[in-house]
């Protein structure tokens, strides 16, 4: 029913920048927020970042504050995550994700829409 798709993702050096795109499209989109997530290699998914799509409210978790910056292009359906300073952590396989309503997106376990994600390496 909705389709979420990122692109974005590459090789990078430490310090260096990636931006990653989310596109949502489909009837039922209607979500009042969306985030991101990732799978670092050998670990869990864990949450990135979030914004809410009227009031523009972000959420980051802590290992990227000052770092990423999450936006959003409301006519587009799309949201964006710049990520700065890239570190060898931050490696892995980025989504997006939404809920279908309400869910916290900052909640993996809340989001019933997700991308096939897009996967990021960052060198050191």
């Known amino acids: 029913q909705v389709q979420l798709a990122e692109s974005g993702g590459g090789l990078a050096q430490a310090g260096g920048s990636l931006r990653l795109s989310c596109a949502a499209s489909?009837?039922?989109?209607?979500?009042?927020?969306m985030g991101w997530f990732r799978q670092p290699p050998g670990k869990e998914r864990e949450f990135v970042a979030a914004i809410s799509w009227l009031a523009g409210r972000t959420f980051y978790a802590d290992s990227v504050k000052g770092r990423f910056t999450i936006s959003k292009d409301n006519a587009k359906n799309t949201t964006f995550l710049q990520m700065d300073n890239l570190k060898p952590e931050d490696s892995g396989v980025y989504y997006c994700a939404a809920p279908h309503g309400h869910g916290d997106p900052r909640n993996a376990w809340a989001m019933d829409y997700w991308g096939q994600g897009t996967l990021v390496t960052v060198s050191s």
């Open positions: 489909g009837r039922t989109f209607n979500s009042y927020a």
